[in-house]
């Protein structure tokens, strides 16, 4: 017992970096794209619309520990739904504002990893179900459109904008996912008496 609730606090520190190096290079690539096309005021305007509720969620779940499980939660569920109306309806190819789903998954799953500082169980299971959700809108959005691309391989599926996220999403999930069960948390956040707490 003591040996897993020992392996708790490098396994949630080891997820946490991983996260801030995928969020740094993640976060660079896209304000570079956008800064190119379409560059200037609008540029400003697409990174503010998802820089803006990240920073807010990350100050939330610092600032709030007690009351950000539920917030982060309903949040997940509302970007997990614009996931799967956005690729099933192709609007990436109408709208000219990017891979936007994409876009929204990565900026939570970063934000996701600050609550993972203290609820590791709950945010890894949410990562993991972002990178599940996402790969799933991904395909469900190449079989609507039909044609030569409709039923591409999961390999160019995994390639593409939307589906890059989802193998780091998930891998980083399950880290946060092992400390929390090494840390004996619960979902509900009411049973982890010995959840090793971040400094």
Do not use: C
């Not at 490098?10 to 190119?36: K, N, S």
Request: no cysteine.
């Amino acid at each position: 017992m003591s040996a897993m609730a020992g392996a708790a606090r490098p396994l949630r520190y080891v997820a946490f970096t991983l996260m801030m190096l995928f969020g740094v290079v993640g976060i660079a690539f896209v304000v570079g794209e956008t800064f190119t096309d379409p560059g200037g005021w609008p540029a400003v305007a697409l990174t503010a619309a998802w820089a803006v509720p990240m920073l807010a969620l990350i100050a939330y779940a610092l600032v709030r520990k007690e009351r950000a499980a539920p917030v982060f939660v309903v949040v997940t569920v509302l970007i997990a739904i614009l996931a799967i109306v956005y690729e099933i309806a192709g609007t990436r190819t109408r709208s000219g504002m990017g891979p936007v789903s994409a876009i929204s998954v990565f900026a939570l799953g970063v934000a996701l990893a600050f609550l993972g500082l203290y609820r590791s169980l709950l945010a890894g299971v949410l990562l993991v179900v972002l990178a599940a959700v996402q790969l799933a809108a991904t395909m469900l959005g190449a079989a609507v459109a039909g044609g030569p691309d409709g039923g591409r391989p999961l390999g160019s599926i995994l390639g593409g904008s939307s589906g890059v996220i989802v193998v780091p999403l998930a891998l980083i999930g399950l880290l946060f996912v092992a400390a929390g069960l090494a840390a004996h948390e619960s979902l509900r956040g009411r049973n982890h008496p010995r959840a090793v707490r971040p400094l």
